[in-house]
């Protein structure tokens, strides 16, 4: 058994899935993860075995206890560690010649340049300002994300240059805002938008206990998170992430799809007339809980 690294060696299970063109493609690209912690961190594993060629990751947290139950990357050992610190050792343990460009809370700072870099974007964060301002500048450079909701679901978006961004689409508050005058208010309307969304055109509701449900919408528990969910949106934004480098189209869209594993089946946008009445009824069980939209 050799223990030399080779590149060709490595990917060529890979030729198949991928054709030779598309694996170079893939050697040549560079994404940047933003939160390289739960779906971050999954998304970030799968490309990186894939053979992506250089990451730029961004992370501001330390790995702690309760990272341990879905965090890929996430071991007692590095209990404590920076995010970006860990997951830079592992993916060079994965991947030896890969390039790892880390970034810690400074990354919104010079986020144009960095998009300069990476086309392709993979937003992990639960940061609702942070995000909006990742979104703009993308827009701005002309870069794509690919991200997912807030769901017990597995989920994903992809949205692109000229794609509307969530905060439009889902009726935020801060449409128009500068980000330094986001209030408390607004973040917190602007995420009780997307629970509305998720809540109307997924089954979200149906698998899981309501009553915690109201208590995390309430602000009085945090979220919850589940490994098998966790890992699953990671590698469907994986496979989101390696179509755009290989150039390969997509049906994902902005408002993406939800995946349901219990039932089986790809939840879509509701048609119109549906998504009126569960909206309805979301917003009575959001005043019931003491939370209403704007």
Not at 191 to 202: C, G, K, P, Q
């Amino acid at each position: 058994m050799t223990t030399t690294f080779d590149y060709a060696e490595m990917t060529r299970r890979n030729i198949g899935f991928v054709t030779v063109a598309e694996q170079e493609r893939l050697r040549a690209g560079r994404v940047f993860v933003c939160g390289t912690g739960g779906m971050g961190g999954a998304c970030l594993q799968s490309p990186a075995r894939a053979g992506v060629g250089a990451f730029e990751i961004a992370d501001h947290d330390t790995f702690e206890l309760s990272n341990l139950n879905r965090q890929v990357f996430a071991t007692v050992g590095d209990l404590g560690r920076p995010k970006v610190e860990v997951t830079t050792r592992r993916l060079r343990e994965i991947h030896p010649e890969v390039e790892v460009r880390p970034h810690g809370a400074e990354w919104v700072s010079h986020v144009d340049e960095i998009l300069s870099r990476c086309r392709v974007v993979v937003n992990g964060m639960d940061d609702v300002a942070a995000g909006i301002r990742l979104y703009r500048a993308a827009r701005a450079g002309g870069a794509t994300v690919i991200d997912a909701y807030a769901s017990t679901l597995p989920s994903v978006v992809v949205v692109r240059p000229g794609d509307p961004r969530p905060e439009e689409r889902l009726g935020f508050p801060t449409v128009g805002v500068p980000p330094e005058r986001f209030t408390r208010e607004m973040l917190d309307a602007s995420r009780l938008a997307e629970v509305e969304y998720v809540l109307v055109h997924s089954s979200t509701a149906s698998t899981l206990d309501l009553a915690i449900a109201g208590e995390i919408v309430a602000g009085t528990r945090a979220r919850i998170s589940f490994a098998p969910m966790v890992v699953t949106t990671g590698n469907l934004l994986a496979y989101e992430a390696v179509a755009a480098l290989c150039g390969r189209p997509s049906s994902t869209d902005c408002r993406g799809w939800f995946l349901d594993p219990y039932r089986g089946r790809i939840e879509r946008p509701r048609a119109a007339w549906i998504a009126a009445l569960r909206r309805a009824a979301v917003r009575r069980w959001l005043r019931s809980v003491g939370r209403a939209p704007r």
